[in-house]
């Protein structure tokens, strides 16, 4: 039946693309998303339908250049089809077309489970882009998750002094019209519309500044704010490694030549998970750029910088010494972990200066002595001190042996700060160093571009509950994450606490942090979180208390053949499953504050179970987050059906399903 309804798709993309004297419009299917381009009042508009309902009514889109205003004052234009897709992957597969203005075009695209438009530029020579307008247009009543920049404003609306961002908040349940005008909005977003979901974002950020909205009128209508491009930049900062800006241009991008924009995505679903499970952004994001990607590995983190360093009964004082990374390297080694991060400390304070190590550190007998024992050394730096030298200092420290960088404080999204970005991940590439953005705008398809780029934070992890309070609503955010920033790439949560506490029992703790929820509450993130690149964010100590979970978790894949989303509600839960790449099916569940009861599904009939490891939240986990019960079944005990299972306050769990596909009586790869 999908097949018979794919084919059936592909024949709508031929003949459902209907043209008027002055508007084009793109239909995916009659049932699904449709994206219309409209001008004929000489003024560029664009909206969206699902099936016969208007999603995001008529919105204006225009780019204010130094050789004119396009998108207002049209006369004529030129369409041209440019359907596509991968015919192997029934959601790849768009509608689209491009209309040609003269200097610009604008290419609009339907897939089937959302729109996305893009300017592209037709000038040769040098220009400037002065302001890009992207409207989007609902009624006011309509409610949003929104993260505001997180910066409290005077009675004025000041943004200049709002592009400045590490791009971490909480998410605000809001109507449109009572969004606070005077605040920045990061994206994405996701805008609901009765039963309709709408997630935006956008797509091949490259060369360009990243999109902030804004409601300044108050109304349903939400549109674009676009940093300017920095004029004056000095050192200063987080122990002087942030660019800070103290001047900027009166335009927010320079360019050259033909070239396209950023795509403006919108994803559409009526349920939930359509959101979690939309990859618009990948779709749209340019193809990658490297021939040999085999380098590239994926895989866990042992992390010291959230636990403090806090190693316990050694015979050495635990800190920023080759001892006690050697410690860590140790305990990677035993449980397969493939990576440790030298996180700050390790090159000398306000020198931002990579190539001064402190003397407690030797990275060439540290990188030596990981290798030996097949664990990997990453590098954590400041935005500033690996800028001053990108190619010099990923030379140096590739032929030593280290397999990437962590850098941080990057805190702006300016075309400036794009630039570095691609810079770093295409020059990390040339020598075969991963990079884990941090301080970093989200995902905008870099990492299929650049598959060295492999994790993102622009996200409100765990390392916040070092310092905030027990007022703080973490949990929430959890089970909100995964259907906003979550669609939008990889993401560096750093998760893996080992003190796990109840509602009302948290408190902060910044050498001895815990988590809010329980432990299967982490343990399920390791599956619904996408991260190539993962944390076990505690001390080896408290790992090696627990070895028959700390075995388990270090053996979960951090990349899979397939993931998907089932079950939840944006704020309440999330339920989800994922194949790895050696046949075994994982299942998990996040929960938000209230206890529930949700339904596993069972295993595929083409599949031969082995074995089944079941970890839910223990009895006392209302009151000890730290309590869990782990079951193991055989095939047998199994039903295919599916089975229940209870998740706690802040809980969580996860299903392990060891076995293979069977295809004609043999192991289907």
Not at 26 to 49: F, M, N, P, Q
Not at 106 to 134: C, H, Q, T
Not at 179 to 197: H, M
Not at 612 to 631: C, E, F, L, R, W
Request: charged share 25%; net charge negative.
């Amino acid at each position: 039946m999908r097949k018979l309804f794919t084919i059936l798709t592909l024949l709508l993309l031929t003949v459902g693309f209907a043209y008027g004297k002055k508007s084009v419009r793109v239909c995916y299917s009659k049932e699904l998303s449709t994206i219309t381009l409209d001008w004929s009042d000489g003024t560029l508009r664009w909206s969206a339908h699902l099936g016969d309902k208007e999603v995001v009514a008529p919105s204006r889109l225009t780019m204010t250049t130094d050789r004119g205003l396009w998108g207002e004052g049209i006369k004529s234009a030129r369409i041209k089809r440019s359907d596509g897709g991968d015919y192997g992957n029934y959601d790849s597969r768009y509608s689209g077309a491009v209309v040609n203005f003269g200097d610009y075009s604008v290419e609009v695209r339907a897939y089937a489970n959302g729109v996305a438009y893009r300017f592209i530029s037709n000038v040769d020579g040098e220009y400037k882009i002065v302001d890009e307008l992207a409207e989007f247009s609902f009624s006011e009543e309509d409610m949003a998750w929104i993260p505001y920049v997180n910066f409290r404003p005077d009675a004025t609306s000041d943004y200049a002094t709002q592009f400045e961002t590490s791009f971490e908040n909480t998410y605000t349940h809001t109507s449109l019209k009572d969004i606070d005008w005077r605040r920045l909005i990061f994206a994405p977003i996701v805008v609901e519309r009765g039963d309709v979901k709408l997630w935006i974002s956008e797509s091949n950020l490259e060369d360009y500044p990243g999109m902030f909205l804004s409601n300044r009128d108050g109304d349903g209508t939400l549109d674009t704010e676009f940093a300017p491009r920095p004029k004056e930049v000095e050192q200063g900062g987080h122990n002087m490694l942030q660019g800070m800006v103290k001047s900027r241009h009166d335009y927010i991008a320079e360019c050259h030549g033909a070239r396209s924009f950023p795509w403006r995505i919108v994803a559409i679903g009526e349920e939930n998970k359509d959101l979690a499970n939309n990859d618009l952004v990948r779709y749209l994001a340019d193809e990658c750029r490297l021939e040999d990607t085999s380098w590239i590995k994926p895989g866990k983190v042992a992390w010291e910088w959230w636990n403090d360093w806090g190693l316990e009964g050694v015979d050495f004082k635990p800190g920023i010494n080759n001892d006690t990374y050697k410690y860590y390297i140790d305990f990677a080694s035993r449980f397969g972990i493939e990576y440790v991060i030298l996180d700050e400390g390790w090159s000398v304070n306000l020198a931002a200066d990579l190539m001064q190590v402190v003397p407690e550190i030797d990275i060439k007998e540290l990188v030596d002595y990981a290798a030996e024992r097949n664990v990997g050394i990453i590098l954590w730096a400041g935005y500033w001190a690996l800028n001053r030298d990108i190619e010099g200092l990923c030379k140096h420290y590739s032929e030593m042996g280290v397999k990437g960088w962590k850098v941080d404080f990057l805190d702006r999204d300016d075309q400036e700060m794009v630039e570095f970005v691609y810079d770093l991940a295409e020059i990390a590439a040339k020598y075969h160093m991963l990079v884990d953005y941090h301080g970093v705008y989200k995902p905008t398809g870099l990492n299929k571009t650049y598959p060295n780029a492999i994790n993102f934070e622009g996200v409100h992890g765990l390392e916040t509950m070092k310092w905030l309070g027990a007022e703080h609503d973490q949990i929430t955010y959890d089970v909100t994450l995964p259907f906003i920033r979550g669609a939008a790439g990889p993401m560096d949560y750093t998760q893996g606490a080992m003190r796990n506490a109840a509602k009302g029992y948290y408190y902060p703790d910044y050498s001895r942090p815990m988590s809010q929820g329980t432990r299967c509450h982490q343990l399920a993130m390791y599956i619904l979180y996408d991260a190539p690149l993962t944390m076990l964010c505690d001390s080896p100590t408290n790992y090696e208390k627990e070895p028959e979970y700390t075995k388990f978790v270090a053996e979960i894949p951090t990349v899979w053949r397939r993931k998907n989303f089932y079950d939840g509600e944006i704020g309440e839960y999330i339920v989800g499953d994922a194949v790895a790449e050696d046949g075994s099916i994982y299942h998990a569940g996040l929960n938000g504050h209230t206890p529930r009861t949700v339904r596993v599904a069972g295993y595929p009939l083409d599949y031969a179970i082995e074995r089944v490891d079941i970890y839910i939240d223990g009895p006392n986990a209302a009151t000890d987050g730290s309590d869990y019960q782990h079951i193991e079944l055989t095939a047998k005990e199994y039903i295919k059906r599916g089975i229940n299972i209870d998740m706690a306050a802040g809980g969580g769990f996860l299903v392990k399903i060891t076995g293979h596909y069977i295809y004609h009586g043999s192991i289907k790869h």
